[in-house]
């Protein structure tokens, strides 16, 4: 049986505790709320989310920045490093937030275990403009593939030997992961 494919339309709030936690949480001042908010609604225009499914059991979603998302972070970037690594968190934060906000259980457990790719999900991903690469990971550089329904942690993700959140071997990268 093939991949179906759906576009969903979630609608994802800047949490901008999220933001401080995914960024290393600097003091207060080196933050402007207004424009971390405007760069948002900016980047959610670049927003793209799917649920491909497999049966009414399986399936996968995804949340993806197009390509004009990454070269504004890139020229940001290229204008001011500190601005640039501001507005790259921001677009890592949108992807997570467009994810959990379609599965809720990936806010608690702060990570979306990536699935392993197989060549119809990868032909159905290539229909939508999508290239899963060789590590199982899209060719985006603010993307998020993972089960849907939720599937659990570490266990399950495709990259559990070579995740780099993983600190030690065995142990699980976040510690809500019931690994």
Not at 102 to 117: F, S
Request: net charge neutral.
């Amino acid at each position: 049986m093939g991949w179906d494919v759906e576009r969903l339309w979630p609608d994802p709030a800047f949490d901008f505790e999220n933001y401080r936690r995914m960024l290393g949480g600097p003091s207060g001042d080196a933050f402007d709320i207004v424009n971390l908010q405007e760069n948002f609604k900016k980047l959610k225009r670049y927003l793209n989310v799917y649920h491909a499914q497999r049966s009414t059991t399986s399936g996968v979603l995804v949340a993806v920045l197009e390509a004009p998302a990454e070269r504004l972070v890139e020229t940001t970037w290229s204008q001011s490093p500190s601005a640039g690594l501001l507005f790259h968190t921001l677009a890592v934060c949108l992807v997570m937030a467009a994810a959990g906000a379609v599965i809720p259980e990936l806010r608690l457990a702060g990570c979306a275990p990536l699935p392993p790719p197989d060549s119809e999900l990868r032909a159905c991903l290539a229909r939508q403009g999508l290239t899963v690469r060789e590590t199982g990971c899209l060719d985006r550089q603010y993307a998020v593939m993972t089960f849907f329904p939720y599937a659990g942690g570490c266990a399950v993700c495709h990259l559990r030997e070579t995740c780099p959140k993983r600190r030690t071997p065995g142990e699980g990268a976040f510690p809500n992961d019931p690994r």
